[in-house]
């Protein structure tokens, strides 16, 4: 049994085809879900207008809503459904594939974002049969640049060495907050790179994409109802020689929205509140910055030296047994390569994140990010 069998096998949510699979397989499929979206059509617009390339390239719109969801917004849902059957049989003809599919109501365990998108990103890799097509994400309130499909199938052929990539995207400035939300997400990559951290990628959902085989080495999409899209992209980051896609562009909605407890449409409702968009101190990614430098010496000499760091990244490292760590990870690496490679898997994404939740937890405070990045700013000269 093959690496897509197995998976489908064990961890798709439909075991049961959903579609008919095409004699000509999809070299790439973007995957949107779709709950109680107004301006879905306007999605679909901006992808039937972009250059399409020769390869096949189809549209799966994943339907979704839970088992205890009534009233307006099963009805709007369903209405999204019949309007991509609409579009669909209107554009009949179009190099571009357009398929609904309209998920069983959810269990209220895990109806949300994270298993639409597993949903279709499952039946997607049901449909591909080369290894190397692309399974693309998007949302249901994006457009995109006219060239997104042509940039996207380009990188299919040309970056055959990467598992997937992180697509280039800009918010409309239309909203009080938006351009504060944006510059966090830049910064917060940005001071990562600064750093050293090879792990130092976007990963929005609307603007991401993963190869049919990196997508079932990742063990597939999960199912959380937030955050699906770092945990799953980190884990194709993971597989090496991830990149970015510069020359094309989404443009995610600037919305206000409660739907989940972090994003976009959560940052703009705060920032009603404050008038502002909290961020991690600069300060740590200063010393962050001084472990990394001081990872060869971790390798060749027999200490640590933990207290040299300030910041709380000192009581951080000592909360996680550092020491042990490193004495452990050395006896398993026979170069200072590896050595290096097992350190990021181990201090990777996740656990930066836990150094900036420490801080927050130890001092109650989260600085304004306009400060921070102008911080970044004076040092990194990427930082514009």
Not at 62 to 84: H, M, P, Q, W
Not at 346 to 356: E, I, P, S
Not at 361 to 376: F, I, N, S, Y
Request: glycine share 6%.
């Amino acid at each position: 049994m093959t690496p897509k069998e197995l998976y489908l096998n064990r961890y798709a949510y439909y075991k049961e085809a959903i579609l008919e699979c095409p004699s000509n397989s999809p070299e790439i499929s973007i995957v949107i879900p779709c709950y109680n979206e107004p301006h879905l059509v306007d999605t679909l617009e901006s992808l039937f207008q972009c250059d399409c390339p020769s390869n096949r390239v189809e549209v799966l719109v994943v339907i979704n809503f839970s088992e205890t969801e009534e009233g307006d917004i099963k009805e709007n849902c369903l209405k999204n459904y019949e309007e991509v059957i609409a579009f669909s049989k209107k554009n009949q003809g179009h190099p571009l594939q357009l398929f609904p599919i309209l998920a069983n109501p959810l269990p209220k365990k895990w109806a949300g974002v994270g298993l639409a998108r597993k949903i279709g990103m499952d039946e997607a890799l049901r449909r591909q049969s080369d290894e190397k097509s692309l399974i693309v994400c998007l949302d249901a309130d994006c457009t995109v640049q006219k060239n997104y499909l042509a940039e996207l199938d380009r990188f299919r052929v040309g970056n055959v060495r990467a598992p997937g990539c992180s697509i280039k995207f800009e918010h409309p400035f239309t909203n009080p907050g938006i351009e504060d939300y944006e510059l966090f997400l830049h910064y917060f990559i940005e001071a990562q790179r600064w750093v050293g951290f090879p792990f130092a990628f976007q990963t929005v959902g609307s603007s991401m994409a993963a190869r049919n085989y990196a997508y079932v080495k990742a063990g597939g999409m999960n199912k959380r109802k937030a955050g699906e899209d770092f945990y799953f992209l980190h884990k194709v980051i993971a597989q090496g020689d991830f990149t970015e896609l510069n020359n094309t562009c989404v443009y995610p909605s600037d919305r206000f929205s409660t739907r989940v407890p972090f994003g976009t449409g959560r940052a703009l409702l705060e920032y009603a509140q404050t008038s502002r968009v909290d961020c991690y101190p600069f300060e740590m990614f200063v010393e962050l910055k001084k472990m990394v430098q001081f990872i060869p010496n971790l390798y060749h000499l027999d200490f640590t030296g933990t207290d040299q760091w300030g910041y709380g990244l000192t009581e951080f490292l000592k909360s996680l047994n550092f020491e042990e760590k490193i004495k452990e990870i050395r006896g398993r690496s026979g170069s200072y390569e590896v050595f290096e490679k097992h350190f990021f898997q181990w201090f990777d994404a996740f656990r930066l994140m836990k150094y900036g939740n420490y801080l927050l937890d130890k001092t109650g405070v989260m600085p304004d990010v306009r400060e921070e990045a102008e911080k970044l700013r004076r040092v990194n000269k990427n930082m514009v």
